[in-house]
């Protein structure tokens, strides 16, 4: 089994920054993707951002480009989402999830292990 805990959301301002940490635990081995999710009021869960934890490979979703860096740190099972430039539409749950080796790594529903989620509001 694998666990993911989200942590490091907030409250902040547009145009501020934060980061958002993903502990990922237990048998990581089908841990091969981690992917950031958010899920706005009355909205459909999208895909952020996903990262190999194999080889740092990344994937964004066009909204955040340029914004929103993934990063992992295999030593501390850890994955990063730094976010800067917030503005108010990235208000949401964001959840960290993952997923075993495959050709999509973008498809939700490969995803199979899910954190219980961390609100990030922006104020505008």
């Known amino acids: 089994q694998v666990q993911v805990v989200e942590s490091g959301g907030g409250l902040v301002q547009a145009g501020d920054s934060l980061r958002l940490s993903c502990e990922v635990s237990g048998r990581t081995n089908s841990a091969y993707y981690v992917g950031w999710f958010r899920q706005a009021p009355e909205k459909e869960r999208e895909l952020v951002a996903v990262?190999?934890?194999?080889?740092?490979?990344?994937y964004y979703t066009d909204s955040v480009k340029g914004r929103f860096t993934i990063a992992r740190d295999n030593a501390k099972r850890t994955v990063y989402l730094q976010m800067n430039s917030l503005k108010p539409e990235d208000t949401a749950i964001y959840y960290c999830?993952?997923?075993?080796?495959?050709?999509?790594?973008?498809?939700?529903?490969?995803?199979?292990?899910w954190g219980q989620g961390t609100r990030v509001t922006v104020s505008s």
């Open positions: 999830a993952t997923a075993p080796k495959s050709l999509r790594p973008t498809l939700k529903s490969l995803y199979d292990h």
């Open positions: 990262i190999s934890r194999e080889d740092g490979s990344t």
